[in-house]
């Protein structure tokens, strides 16, 4: 789990379009846009057996188009790694 998250911090956030980061707001953390959702959450959810299904109940705020973005993302920049 350490390593999956340490990947997360590692990733170019600012190139995937579902999330910002703005100063102030929790903390500095990558969000999913519009929403105080830190992208954070979605992994760490994921990774004690979460579903996206339960992630969107849970985070109703957030849009599943968003979480199909992040996800693409993250599997796309650590491919390339």
Sequence with gaps: MVI???CLVMLDWSKCAA???IAGKVSGAWLFKGTRVPV???FENLEDGATVDDFLEWFPGVA???VEAVL????QSL???
């Design 4 to 6: 999956q998250s340490y």
């Design 72 to 75: 693409e993302h993250a599997e």
């Design 40 to 42: 954070a959450a979605l």
């Design 64 to 66: 599943r188009e968003q």
């Design 19 to 21: 999330v910002e980061r």
């Design 79 to 81: 491919a390339a790694a």
